[in-house]
């Protein structure tokens, strides 16, 4: 007997159709002798309609408030899929991301788990339940409810998994697996049969929407054996794991980021320590910064340029502006009109010549490049964002070449 935790995602149960689909396969995996712990997302848009009832009643509610209205999404999904799973005559059993043993900290809509108590959902498999709980959400030490974030029924399904030594972690979307891009943008993009968590971690940070960064993080950590799949056909997904059995493709993916601005510090002093102070003090308010890039000094001045989430546009400018006369820079400049375009793979550790081959494609499309980073395994470019489509499309089909078939 084996330990399956399955997720499902808001479009996997955005109708009773398709709450009947997720039913049958959370009780056939049953049926074939495995315990089974099932994390659900908000059916469809829940969780946009609850945002736009807040700013019906207040634009600038409390992260308390909203936490506790958006947790009511994720309760509706696993009390209808439970009913569902009733209805087919199996014993099943609903609970609360708290019910469930999930403690958090106290970052409302940002929530880290501390720690799953694990005995609530023990006695439940040991009476043999189907065990469905609701993602993304925990409850602090004062009994306040929680809410983990962006992607956080993915977060919420590999913690079930390594909390309790799951034999497998399947998250079930719309799509079949992960692709080397989005095959809405790409049409020829393909399907990947396994992919590292090094390269998934990558592709997840940069924009690919299949699996959420957090969760490839802990599924690393806790080596989760985890798989992506369809909730809508039955066929085999891809599977994400520490080193793949094949031998290493150039790049498994090209993935676009359009939650991004740049900010850009214009006429800083060029001297020891103003790069801490700008990112020190950007870091205490908890804001995220991506790519940086930093000019030559030129007659005593330069000029840093950053990249943040447009969530945090505003106040990472006024972040920036309380520094004025601490750093006495001229000017802060920012955009949100750019994309970030990215090309990951283990294989570029040992293949020279991959960003001439990526700036190459760029160049063929008349796609100006703004900002570049790279590590072992990615590189990113910054580009305007009208640009970003034909991005992707043109880099792909630039290594597609290099793509089994």
């Known amino acids: 007997m084996s330990l399956i935790v399955q997720k499902f995602g808001g479009s996997s149960v955005a109708n009773a159709q398709r709450v009947f689909n997720v039913a049958n396969i959370i009780t056939d995996t049953y049926d074939k002798g495995n315990d089974v712990i099932v994390v659900v997302s908000a059916q469809g848009d829940t969780t946009d309609d609850l945002i736009a009832k807040a700013a019906e009643i207040n634009p600038n509610p409390s992260k308390r408030e909203m936490d506790m209205l958006l947790s009511t999404g994720e309760q509706i999904s696993i009390a209808l899929l439970a009913m569902a799973i009733e209805k087919l005559g199996y014993p099943v059993i609903s609970l609360t991301g708290s019910q469930a043993g999930f403690v958090t900290d106290s970052n409302y809509s940002k929530a880290r788990i501390r720690r799953i108590e694990k005995e609530r959902i023990e006695n439940e498999i040991n009476k043999h339940n189907i065990i469905i709980v609701a993602g993304f959400q925990g409850m602090n030490r004062y009994d306040n409810i929680t809410t983990l974030g962006r992607g956080g029924s993915d977060t919420s399904a590999v913690a079930l998994a390594a909390a ?11 799509v079949d697996g992960v692709y080397t891009a989005d095959p809405r943008i790409v049409p020829n993009a393909q399907k990947l049969d396994e992919i590292t968590y090094d390269e998934m971690l990558e592709l997840a940070s940069l924009g690919a929407n299949v699996l959420h960064n957090r969760s490839v993080e802990m599924a690393k950590k806790y080596n989760v054996n985890l798989e992506v799949v369809s909730s809508l056909e039955r066929k ?17 993916g090209v993935a676009r980021d359009n939650d991004v601005a740049r900010i850009s510090v214009v006429g800083v002093p060029d001297s020891p320590g103003v790069a801490f102070r700008l990112f020190s003090t950007l870091a205490s308010k908890k804001i995220d910064v991506d790519i940086i890039l930093q000019s030559i000094g030129r007659t005593g001045s330069k000029d840093i340029s950053f990249t943040v989430s447009k969530g945090n546009l505003e106040e990472a400018v006024k972040v920036v502006n309380s520094l004025k006369d601490v750093l006495h820079f001229q000017s802060v400049e920012c955009s949100e009109d ?6 990951v793979g283990a294989g570029m550790q040992s293949n020279p010549g991959v960003a001439a081959k990526m700036f190459e494609a760029l160049m063929d499309a008349n796609i100006n490049i703004q900002m570049i980073s790279t590590s072992e395994i990615k590189i990113s470019v910054l580009i305007d964002s009208k640009d970003s489509t034909r991005a992707v499309a043109a880099i792909h089909d630039a290594f597609l070449a290099d793509l089994p078939r």
Request: with cysteine; proline share 3%.
């Open 164 to 174: 309790f030594h799951a034999d497998l972690c399947q998250i079930f979307t719309d």
């Open 236 to 252: 085999p997904g891809t599977k994400v794991k520490e080193v793949t059995d094949v031998e290493k493709m150039l790049i498994k």
């Open 338 to 343: 750019i994309s970030k375009v990215s090309v």
